[in-house]
């Protein structure tokens, strides 16, 4: 067994015990951010049947990922990093999923190039949770107007992200997020990556971002 695969079952069985253990009803999904590694590193996961897989550069994605989704079309790929609007034809038509909507500018970029391609991609708002300056995302109190404006044009919006501060206990950000993202009505919720993704589990999170915890570090 090629040691990615060991990892990724491991992890869903330690969500399991966990989830088990707090007697908490949750099924997430892993996303395996596969960004920046090569496609050789990437095929055990394929083989084995895994199909969310996160990339964070429009292009990397595309000179990756377009062969694959001819052949294997139950692959689910998420943007995972910042979209810059000069990128969005690509991303729309390389993505499932984008977890980086943040602007009413973004969304409508988005909602147009859907449009002309009758694609429906998957959206999460990023929400800057720790109301960190360096960071992307849009302000807490001000996701509820972009979620009604997304919803207006016809964006298929699922659900919150964040990353919260590196240097702050992850659980408050978790337990704010899930009560934002149920106040708002959505059932999905994107939160969780290597080094804190039990705890988001506990907060409901339905998406994990799982990188070196499967791939190994990057070099």
Excluded at 63 to 89: A, P
Excluded at 104 to 133: C, M, S, T
Excluded at 179 to 184: D, E, S, V, W, Y
Excluded at 192 to 213: Q, V
């Amino acid at each position: 067994m090629h040691n990615t695969v060991k990892n990724l079952i491991d992890i869903e069985n330690n969500i399991k015990i966990h989830l088990n253990k707090l007697n908490i009803d949750n099924n997430p999904k892993i996303v395996a951010v596969s960004k920046t590694f090569k496609i050789d590193k990437i095929l055990p996961l394929i083989d084995h049947g895994h199909i969310n897989y996160g990339e964070n550069k429009v292009q990397e994605a595309v000179e990756k990922w377009t062969e694959i989704k001819k052949i294997n079309s139950q692959i689910r790929l998420h943007m995972i990093g910042k979209l810059q609007t000069n990128k969005v034809k690509f991303a729309v038509q390389i993505f499932d999923y984008i977890h980086s909507v943040d602007s009413e500018k973004l969304a409508k970029k988005i909602a147009d190039e859907q449009n002309k391609i009758n694609k429906k991609i998957k959206i999460f708002l990023q929400v800057n949770i720790g109301d960190e300056h360096q960071k992307s995302g849009i302000n807490k109190n001000d996701v509820g107007k972009l979620a009604f404006s997304c919803k207006e044009i016809g964006l298929d919006v699922i659900g919150l992200m964040c990353i919260p501060p590196v240097d702050n206990e992850p659980e408050v950000y978790f337990k704010e997020m899930n009560k934002l993202n149920k106040a708002l009505g959505f059932t999905e919720l994107s939160m969780g990556m290597s080094s804190d993704f039990l705890k988001a589990t506990e907060y409901l999170s339905t998406f994990l971002r799982i990188g070196s915890s499967i791939f190994g570090s990057r070099s």
